[in-house]
């Protein structure tokens, strides 16, 4: 059977589409324009969630297997609030991204009566993350939102069918932890503590081993989830 495939989305803020998904715009995606701390400074505060967009590379996906294999060995905590989900849908990742920021940070939106999002967060909570990905491949109402940002992009949205190897994560902080949620990795990563106040720099802190690890690229984008 052929896999579900979305348009890409692209990494700019401006696409962002919590209105046609039915949040009020209390939050707002914003680029992060560097990772100094004068830059950082420029973000609006408070932060709740930081969205990174990277290259999936050799050295990237050797990193993902060897880190995979410490945590089974070793462990680690995550906390069961976290919620966390698969992605089966080639180029979904920006959404995926995005309802992992929203779904983290429930009690800080505002949703509109009908919103689908909020509707898919209600269905979706007592499910596994393999059956939230599953309910998403059949969840129409996210998936025409998805395309018609794909398309609302400044640049020109890719064909379907094109190899896209830029990925979408969410950092979020929940219960005092940074976790990295990554729907093509079996399980959230947990990065250590952090709190409200310093998640954003935390979060960064996050962003910048992403990019030591490929020293030699360059395609690396962060936006954050700002209250408006």
């Known amino acids: 059977m052929e896999p579900h495939r979305w348009l890409p989305l692209e990494a700019n803020p401006d696409v962002s589409f919590l ?3 039915g949040i009020h715009p209390d939050w707002q995606f914003v680029d992060v324009y ?11 505060r408070p932060v709740c969630a930081v ?3 990277f290259p999936i590379t050799e050295k990237y996906e050797t990193f993902r297997t060897e880190e995979e294999e410490r945590i089974k060995a070793k462990g680690q905590d995550v906390k069961s609030s976290v919620y966390f989900m698969k992605q089966t849908i080639n180029n979904a990742c920006g959404t995926i991204g995005l309802i992992h920021a929203i ?3 429930r009690d800080k939106m505002n949703f509109e009566t009908n919103s689908s999002l909020k509707k898919f967060l209600e269905d979706s909570l007592t499910m596994t993350p393999e059956e939230r990905a599953k309910y998403l491949e059949t969840y129409e109402a996210i998936r025409v939102t998805h395309e018609s ?8 949205a890719p064909s379907i069918d094109e190899k ?4 979408f994560i969410a950092l979020v902080n929940v219960g005092g932890h940074l976790y990295e949620l990554d729907g093509r990795k079996p399980f959230p990563i947990n990065h250590g503590e952090t709190s409200d106040d310093s998640f954003l720099e935390d979060a960064i802190e996050v962003c910048k081993k992403f990019m030591e690890r490929d020293p030699e690229e360059l395609r690396f984008n ?3 989830l700002s209250a408006a």
């Open 103 to 105: 779904a983290n940070n």
């Open 149 to 156: 940002s794909a398309h609302e992009g400044q640049t020109e």
């Open 51 to 53: 969205l990174l967009l």
């Open 222 to 224: 962060a936006i954050a």
């Open 19 to 21: 209105k046609q998904l």
């Open 34 to 44: 560097g990772m100094e701390p004068e830059l950082l400074s420029m973000v609006p």
């Open 164 to 167: 896209v190897d830029l990925h």
